[in-house]
DNA sequence: TGCCAGGCCCTCTTTAGGGCCTT
């Protein structure tokens, strides 16, 4: 990553999986990366206006509780627009939580313009052998240290990091010429799969 | 009671179907 690079990388739990059926936030965590360490984070509960359903508690271990005392949406979604300005955005299946961004922005009358990377469009290019793709299978794949709890914003989005910081560390070393920069990254994600090496490759030539 | 999304990618494809990922 180079030093005008920075990065927010962001995680979301939600009452489902569609804004489109009515599902919300329930937590918001995100990790600020500049020149490949951690600089800044963003953490928050917030309250949907109704509860959640038993396997939502079970999956994220977020209770009802927790949430009856946690700021509404819109509070929190302000405060994380504040946070995130117009740096570059990265999710672990960034379609997903970039539906839930734009849907709660929307709801506020906020709009994003931060263009979104997707670490798992990015590991299947370049982690083709990973037994799968999920983050957990990622972070254990790539020999990365983690003592946290899955399903929670923060610990996915630092784990969504790592993976990532991990995955820039592999282009540099197989590709020495190649600078993995926000804009090459996102040309990488857009490219065949089978077409990756060789154009990895092709980006070294051009480099030199 | 039963059902529930959507983008991406692969292939025994493209006039389609199904698996992977996210909560």
Redesign the pocket.
Known sequence: MTAANSLIVL????T???P??GDRAIEIAAVKLQRGQVVDEFQALMNPGRRVNSF?ES??GISNEMLSSAAPCEQVMGEFYQFIGDTPLLA??A??DMKFLNGEFARIGLSCNSPALCS??TA?RLLPDAP????GTLVDYLGIDHDGQY?RALF?AQMTAQVWLAMLEQIEQAYPDVTPSIELMMAL??R???QVPAWLDKQSVVRV
């Open positions: 995680d979301f739990e939600t489902g999986l569609s489109d059926q939502i999956y994220t672990h299946n379609s997903f798992l469009l299947r799968n793709h999920k983050l399903h996915d994600a857009k065949p799969k089978k």
